[in-house]
């Protein structure tokens, strides 16, 4: 079933208003002509205006292709070539560039309509003013409306573009907000993680330290232990919705850490919680950097929550060795005993668990440190090297900091920039440096901004061209005309039967050489050898022909004939 497209009610009424335009301009041309044929000059070009208007949208080469029939009818009046299809022919020639993005085929359809216009100007053989017509008027009609036409579709290119630009941009920007609350998301996820997590495993120790408690009745330790499994509960829950707001591992390096809390007092916390740690720092406390104190802190959380939560009861041991460059952080839990809880011998990797180490891992890692995890004599042991001063460390997927990042952040923190945003978008008329990766996006917006001068230039230098190839024949017609008049005054001291000689200072210096079929078909005398000189220098009327007839050299007859005017 074929599906027809239906033009909006906006396109029919410019078309009407269209065809209104060049229909005044067209009547106006019949009044103005007087005796002109109603069917031929009125009827005929309506008729084709009616088809032409239309097909501007769908086939604008078509439309050129009709107006400029009726152009190439007019060149058949004998009284003047010049009509009002001239203004129709430049409208939809304008309409040609302005819908049409390519330009061969426009051009190969405007040569055309050129190249039939002298040819009918070739077949019928007409005036001299009737070549100046064709090769000046109706090129220019053609070229010059179909130049501005493209300029002005690239000026709307260009602006459709830098709304469609702006658009992106706007959708952008929600992406950035969008990515924003992710990430806000996995701060919390990380805070819930580290912290509320750390603070129920020690909650729930110190519940089960309670519960051994000699001075406590069976009542007690029964809502003890009640209350323990209730905390355990809460730890499961915790870990199920960490599971669904945590990010992609390695957007955060420091979130959730309270305010002023050293790991002297999280340490001092876990002993007064009775958990039986112990520790020791070795060497000066160097100067370190803030997201440095900070990935310290979380090792020893995190560390300390897999030992209270798999381990309990065993003893940990925590040393922080302080070099010259790095800081050495070690957490060593002992084995649990055999009659210990039974998750005790799960891996601390294992399960939404092993979240927090493997999100541990990648915070050091982006600080430029490392994290070794490995058994040790039945126990667990967790050794992190940091360096004192946070280095940036790209991970696979990662890109690297913008020029603008401050020396020092490390990829992936909150002060980096965020996945989803590029750097500024570079000028495209600009020199960039080797190597810079331009946006699609811009690319796009120089191609039309391109494409847009071109057309502009084009629109300023072909006028240029044609003038280079039109005027000189134009001006060797015009002087072709001007060269071969003979005024009436001399035309009357011209006597019949004197020789040429003596008539040359009378005679202008070449002979008009396109005089109508009708001039040439005028009697003459037998043998003769006639001449005829143009009576006056108006180039863009016809004239009275003057026709000198001769014998060898002698002047036999001159005569007028008559300019064919309506």
Known sequence: MLHTRMPSARSVCGDVALWGVLAATTGYGFWDAGSASLVLDLFLPLAVLVVAVPWSRRRPGAAVVLVNGLCALGLA??????????????????????????????LLVLAGCAAVDLATCAVLRTQPVWWLYALTVLPAALLLPWLAGRHWRGRRELVREGWRLAR??????????????????????????????????????????????????????????????????????????????????????????????????????????????????????????????????????????????????????VRITHEADRTRVSVVNAAPSADGPS????????????????????????????????????????TAV??????????????????????????????????????????PDTDTAPGTVVPES???LASVRSDARRRSAVAFVAPVVAAVFFVPSALYLAWQLTTSVLPPSRFEELTTGRPR???????????????????????????????????????????????LCWSGNTLLTKDTVPANRP
């Open 501 to 547: 000689a003596e008539l040359a200072p009378l005679l202008p210096a070449r002979a008009y050489p396109y005089p109508s079929d009708q001039a040439r078909s005028a009697s003459g005398p037998p043998g003769a050898r006639c001449e005829f000189y143009r009576s006056g220098r108006d180039l863009l009327d016809e004239v009275d022909l003057y026709r």
């Open 77 to 106: 009046d004998s009284a003047t070539p010049g009509n009002a299809h001239v203004l129709s022919l430049a409208a939809v020639s304008c309409l040609l560039g302005g819908r049409v993005a390519a330009a061969r085929r426009p």
């Open 168 to 317: 992106s941009l706007e959708e952008r920007q929600h992406l950035v907000a969008e990515r924003a609350r992710l990430t806000e998301r996995a701060d919390i996820a990380a805070d819930m993680h580290d912290s509320l997590g750390h603070a129920l495993s020690l909650v729930a120790l110190r519940a089960g330290a309670l519960e051994l408690s000699p001075d406590l009745t069976d009542r007690d330790r029964a809502d003890l232990a009640e209350l323990r499994g209730t905390i355990a509960d809460a730890v499961e829950q915790l870990r199920e919705t960490v599971a669904v707001l945590h990010d992609p591992l390695g957007t955060d390096t420091g979130a959730g850490m309270p305010v002023n809390d050293t790991v002297e007092d999280l340490l001092g916390r876990a002993v007064a919680s009775g958990v039986p740690v112990r520790w020791e720092r070795r060497g000066a406390m160097p100067p370190m950097s803030p997201l440095v104190e900070r990935g310290m802190y979380r090792v020893v959380q995190e560390a300390l929550t897999n030992a209270v939560k798999h381990a309990p009861d065993c003893a940990i041991r």
């Open 386 to 427: 940091l360096p004192h001063q946070a280095t940036a460390t790209a991970r696979p997927g990662t890109p690297a900091p913008g020029p603008g990042a401050a020396p020092g952040t490390p990829v992936g923190t909150r002060g980096s920039a965020l996945p989803s945003e590029s750097p500024p978008h570079p000028d």
């Open 343 to 382: 998750h005790a011998g799960e891996s601390p990797a294992s399960g939404v668990g092993g979240r927090g180490l493997t999100g541990l891992r990648e915070r050091v890692t982006v600080l430029g440190g490392s994290l070794r995890t490995a058994p040790d004599e039945g126990g667990f042991h967790i």
């Open 442 to 444: 811009a690319k796009r």
